[in-house]
């Protein structure tokens, strides 16, 4: 009943370092996604994926970079890392576009400083 | 979230009703969802409504949609401890995507 895991949970970064999310699902899911949560703002996306191999940018995707190698893993860098990209980091993911039914799964989060 | 707009806080009593308020600016919204938040957590889904419908109910949860004024709620009955967390609403805008506009969130405290 793993889901979706994020990893690391917490990571505290100092300005200009460079750092990896990792988000895995083990639900075979085509889609899998990136926000960020600010308060007072909501999710928003920064960067998801219909399939492996492939990456699109959302709402906010400057400063963060992503690969999905493996259709399992969807992969969130940060190759210099600035304060106002201290968040909290979602992954999600989905079986396919479209439909109602078609239920989005969030990990638990990733709680990154940059300081 | 700029497009979709909640308020900040609720406090309700134990037992009470809550009634969480959402509102969108897209025309083309296609459905509307509500997701639970609790603290430490990711994101729960509690319940969707397509656009074309007007209310949705499922068990203590009621969904009322106005399109016609871009105004979503949710209203919960016997409000419980276990439901203080932060309300999130989110749209879909069209078919063919997958990606949702979130709303604010609303974060909902319920005192005994």
């Known amino acids: 009943n793993a889901g979706v895991t994020q990893t690391p949970k917490f990571r505290v970064l100092k300005t200009g370092q460079s750092m990896t999310l990792l988000c895995a699902q083990d639900m075979n899911h085509e889609y899998m996604y990136w926000y960020r949560q600010d308060p007072g703002m909501g999710l928003r996306l920064i960067h998801y994926s219909v399939g492996e191999g492939t990456t699109a940018k959302g709402e906010v995707p400057d400063g963060y970079n992503v690969s999905r190698l493996k259709k399992q893993n969807f992969l969130l860098g940060l190759e210099s890392a600035a304060p106002s990209q201290t968040s909290v980091y979602f992954c999600?993911?989905?079986?396919?576009?479209?439909?109602?039914?078609?239920?989005?799964?969030f990990g638990e989060g990733s709680w990154l400083t940059v300081v | 979230g700029e497009d979709v707009e909640q308020s900040l806080f609720l406090s309700v009593r134990e037992g009470d009703s809550s009634v969480i308020n959402c509102t969108y600016t897209?025309?083309?919204?296609?459905?509307l969802y509500w997701y639970k938040q609790e603290p430490g957590a990711g994101l729960q889904l509690l319940t969707y409504?397509?656009?074309?419908?007007d209310m949705k109910q499922d068990q203590r949860l009621t969904v009322l949609l106005n399109k016609k004024d871009k105004h979503l709620s949710l209203r919960i009955a016997d409000t419980q401890t276990g439901d203080s967390a932060i309300y999130f609403c989110?749209?879909?805008?069209?078919?063919?995507?997958?990606?949702?506009?979130f709303g604010t969130g609303t974060r909902l405290q319920v005192f005994p």
């Open positions: 409504i397509f656009s074309n419908m």
């Open positions: 999600a993911s989905s079986y396919n576009r479209g439909g109602a039914g078609n239920t989005i799964y």
């Open positions: 989110a749209e879909r805008r069209g078919y063919n995507t997958d990606k949702l506009i």
């Open positions: 897209d025309s083309s919204s296609t459905y």
